[in-house]
């Protein structure tokens, strides 16, 4: 028995943050975003958005593409590097605005966090867990260091949501899970936590906001992505030749360019939305992914390749037949 994907949702906010808005804010220009990252405009949460809002929107919507009622959700896993707050998790806000009270947790895995998820309700599922709802939620921009001109461009915010259910057809075909920790310190919040809780000096020192070494984290993530997708066909027994739609996390289009070369894959096979959202972490691949299929791209029966890399440094495949029941 394996799982499959039976209903879905998305939820973005409203309010857009240009290119030239950014030109406006830091010492930056439009050429250079687009040249070196893809990106043309992100997605920013208003003051009543946050990751639990966002979360619970594109939740309520994969529920009721489903065919369900919220009653009939038995796990509730929410993948998110910017929880909703320190305590509780971030579940227990989305379960309350869904009317939920099946078990709920959080999943940190950074922006390989809905992949990770993937997995972990597709393991529930076959130790007999009826309907998994995964829910990949971020609003990077509360993080987001608006004076640092190396970050504040890349990230946007926004959630996407996947129920999961048995299925008689091939379902999840095969997967890799990874982290490096000897390369957190790459991508990091370093102060908030318990190794250095908040203090007005971790703010003075603007700890408080992501911090990220873009070169290395460039070269580890094409090298990641490449070799886990890799290993992940090579479990299924499948070429790159046989995946119909490679579903790379979004978070520069050059990493993305130069993974899909590296497997092979050509960029007709490759989704690609960070044009219009930025890297918005664990729902990036939950976006590429649904948009495709509502607009019909991706069909019953296609095999699709998802593949994400994040904080940890995390990476992370999954290979699977499209495919609502
Ligand atoms: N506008 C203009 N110039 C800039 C900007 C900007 N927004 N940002 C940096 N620069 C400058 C730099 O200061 C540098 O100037 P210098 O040569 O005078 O020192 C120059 O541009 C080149 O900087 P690089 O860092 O070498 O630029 P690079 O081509 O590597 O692009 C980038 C930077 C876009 C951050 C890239 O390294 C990248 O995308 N890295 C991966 C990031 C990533 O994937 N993060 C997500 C991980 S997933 C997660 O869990 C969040």
Redesign the pocket.
């Given at each position: 028995m394996s799982a499959t994907i039976t209903g879905y949702g998305l939820a973005v906010p409203e309010g857009r943050l240009t290119n030239a808005d950014?030109e406006a804010r830091?010492?930056?220009?439009d050429a250079?975003?687009v040249e070196?990252?893809g990106i043309r405009e992100r997605r920013i949460a208003g003051p009543d958005e946050t990751t639990a809002s966002l979360g619970a929107l594109a939740g309520a919507i994969a529920i009721k593409d489903a065919g369900l009622q919220p009653a009939d959700i038995d796990l509730l896993i929410v993948a998110t590097?910017t929880p909703e707050q320190p305590i509780p998790h971030t579940g227990a806000f989305v379960g309350e605005t869904l009317g939920l009270r099946c078990g709920s947790f959080d999943l940190g895995a950074?922006?390989?966090g809905f992949v990770y998820g993937l997995v972990a309700a597709a393991g529930m599922v076959a130790a007999g867990t009826r309907n998994v709802l995964l829910i990949g939620a971020e609003t990077?921009s509360r993080v987001v260091d608006p004076e640092d001109?190396?970050?504040?461009?890349?990230?946007g915010d926004g959630a996407g949501a996947a129920v999961l259910a048995a299925t008689d057809r091939r379902g999840i075909l095969a997967w890799d899970l990874g982290c490096d920790g000897s390369a957190a310190h790459l991508?990091e919040i370093p102060a908030g936590g318990s190794r250095r809780p908040t203090t007005i000096d971790t703010i003075a020192a603007r700890d408080h906001y992501?911090k990220?070494a873009?070169?290395e984290?460039?070269r580890r993530?094409v090298r990641a992505v490449v070799d886990s997708a890799r290993l992940t066909l090579e479990r299924a027994g499948m070429e790159p030749s046989d995946v119909n739609w490679f579903v790379p996390?979004q978070?520069?289009a050059?990493?993305i360019e130069a993974a899909a070369n590296r497997l092979g894959i050509p960029s007709e096979r490759t989704l690609v939305n960070i044009d219009r959202y930025g890297?918005t972490?664990s729902a990036s691949i939950p976006l590429a992914l649904f948009e495709a299929v509502a607009d019909g791209r991706v069909r019953e029966g296609d095999i699709v390749l998802a593949s994400g890399?994040?904080?940890?440094?995390?990476w992370a495949s999954a290979l699977l037949e499209w495919g609502r029941q």
């Open positions: 950014l830091v010492d930056t220009n250079w975003i070196r990252t590097a950074g922006c390989a990077l001109r190396g970050t504040c461009v890349l990230f991508l992501l990220m873009g070169q984290v460039f993530a996390h978070a520069n050059r990493i890297n972490s890399f994040g904080a940890g440094m995390t």
